[in-house]
């Protein structure tokens, strides 16, 4: 005959221990969108850090032609080479494949910046492959694009009751980090109506954190040698860049004033052909649109205003001064 003996809850603790809750499974953190200026931000300081021993030893120091190495004695990592010739800088060492930007006679002209800030947008330009060479696909601006649109559609045009939470779940949850899934993810979701349209036109390569360390590093390294104690050919080569700095900008002041003079001209012709109009008696033509039509005229193309020569000098983000960041 089998017994069964009641335990207390003491008796049955000390036979099997004391009951544990259940886990819950933890909720998903939500990672931060950065934005392009908080990676370009990080960069910096990530470029400060890994430079903060850097040493300049200048290897070759012949006009146009320079050699400069800057690195940490104490140690290999990080180190980086400057190398110019007449139209053209490279940089290279421990900093990924490297870069060779061609654009003014000087290139140390080129790269200064009194501000020390960088133009990853412009310098990107006078690579051989272009801006496209140096950009990568980035899960933070594919966050990013698609937040912003999110909003504006809200804002502007409203969107069902729940969007905003299933677009977390079911988009900005997801592994994004590689972009044809991120893109198929984008496209496939759909909340009560509400979809992103068009987004094979979305864009979300940004610059690649190593071609921004580099252009740091340039920087940097021409900041270095400005410092250094100035030798004859060195102070020689300085005097003939400002030269042909301050040459190129009275050839371009002439040539401003000289599209000026043409302007006016045309303004004064077309004065004249409208008072001659009204004096027929005929309908007058508005002097805006006869203006815009003589304008049409075969004429010098018009400059890139990323050519100008003190472009470069901008700070992150600008075209021109004062220019939205």
Same mark, same amino acid.
């Given at each position: 005959?089998?017994?069964?003996?009641?335990?207390?809850?003491?008796?049955?603790?000390?036979?099997?221990? /004391?009951?544990?809750?259940?886990?819950?499974?933890?909720?998903?953190?939500?990672?931060?969108?950065?934005?392009?200026?908080?990676?370009? $931000?990080?960069?910096?300081?990530?470029? /400060?850090?890994?430079? $903060?021993?850097?040493?300049?030893?200048?290897?070759?120091?012949?006009?146009?032609?320079?050699?400069?190495?800057?690195?940490?004695?104490?140690?290999?990592?990080?180190?980086?080479?400057?190398?110019?010739?007449?139209?053209?800088?490279?940089?290279?060492?421990?900093?990924?494949?490297?870069?060779?930007?061609?654009?003014?006679? !000087?290139?140390?002209?080129?790269?200064?910046?009194?501000?020390?800030?960088?133009?990853?947008?412009?310098?990107?330009?006078?690579?051989?492959?272009?801006?496209?060479?140096?950009?990568?696909?980035?899960?933070?601006?594919?966050?990013?694009?698609?937040?912003?649109?999110?909003?504006?559609?809200?804002?502007?045009?409203?969107?069902?009751?729940?969007?905003?939470?299933?677009?977390?779940?079911?988009?900005?949850?997801?592994?994004?980090?590689?972009?044809?899934? $991120?893109?198929?993810?984008?496209?496939?979701?759909?909340?009560?109506?509400?979809?992103?349209?068009?987004?094979?036109?979305?864009?979300?390569?940004?610059?690649?954190?190593?071609?921004?360390?580099?252009?740091?590093?340039?920087?940097?390294?021409?900041?270095?040698? !400005? /410092?250094?104690?100035?030798?004859?050919?060195?102070?020689?080569?300085?005097?003939?860049?400002?030269?042909?700095?301050?040459?190129?900008?009275?050839?371009?002041?002439?040539?401003?004033?000289?599209?000026?003079?043409?302007?006016?001209?045309?303004?004064?012709?077309?004065?004249?052909?409208?008072?001659?109009? /009204?004096?027929?008696?005929?309908?007058?033509?508005?002097?805006?649109?006869?203006?815009?039509?003589?304008?049409?005229?075969?004429?010098?193309?018009?400059?890139?205003?990323?050519?100008?020569?003190?472009?470069?000098?901008?700070?992150?983000?600008?075209?021109?001064?004062?220019?939205?960041?």
């Amino acid at each position: 005959m089998t017994t069964t003996e009641t335990l207390t809850a003491e008796q049955g603790a000390a036979l099997l221990g /004391r009951p544990q809750p259940i886990p819950r499974a933890p909720k998903p953190s939500h990672r931060p969108i950065r934005t392009s200026r908080d990676i370009e $931000a990080e960069v910096e300081e990530r470029f /400060r850090k890994d430079t $903060a021993g850097h040493e300049l030893r200048i290897l070759h120091d012949d006009g146009l032609y320079r050699h400069l190495l800057l690195r940490n004695l104490r140690g290999s990592e990080y180190w980086y080479e400057l190398i110019t010739w007449p139209g053209s800088l490279a940089i290279r060492g421990d900093v990924g494949d490297g870069y060779t930007f061609t654009r003014l006679t !000087d290139m140390f002209e080129f790269f200064r910046s009194e501000r020390g800030g960088i133009n990853p947008h412009y310098w990107a330009e006078k690579l051989g492959g272009g801006r496209r060479s140096v950009k990568e696909y980035s899960e933070d601006l594919f966050r990013q694009r698609v937040v912003e649109q999110f909003v504006s559609d809200a804002r502007w045009e409203g969107v069902p009751p729940g969007t905003g939470k299933a677009l977390r779940t079911w988009v900005l949850d997801e592994d994004l980090s590689d972009e044809r899934q $991120a893109r198929n993810v984008l496209e496939d979701f759909a909340h009560e109506g509400y979809e992103f349209s068009d987004t094979w036109e979305w864009d979300f390569h940004d610059y690649d954190p190593a071609f921004l360390w580099c252009c740091h590093a340039i920087v940097a390294g021409i900041a270095q040698y !400005d /410092r250094a104690p100035k030798t004859p050919t060195r102070l020689r080569t300085a005097w003939e860049s400002a030269r042909q700095g301050r040459t190129s900008l009275r050839t371009r002041a002439a040539e401003l004033e000289s599209e000026v003079r043409r302007l006016n001209t045309l303004r004064g012709d077309a004065e004249q052909l409208i008072e001659r109009e /009204r004096g027929y008696g005929e309908e007058c033509v508005d002097i805006a649109d006869l203006e815009a039509a003589l304008m049409l005229s075969p004429q010098r193309q018009a400059e890139d205003p990323h050519d100008s020569p003190l472009h470069h000098d901008y700070a992150l983000g600008h075209d021109r001064p004062g220019g939205a960041v």
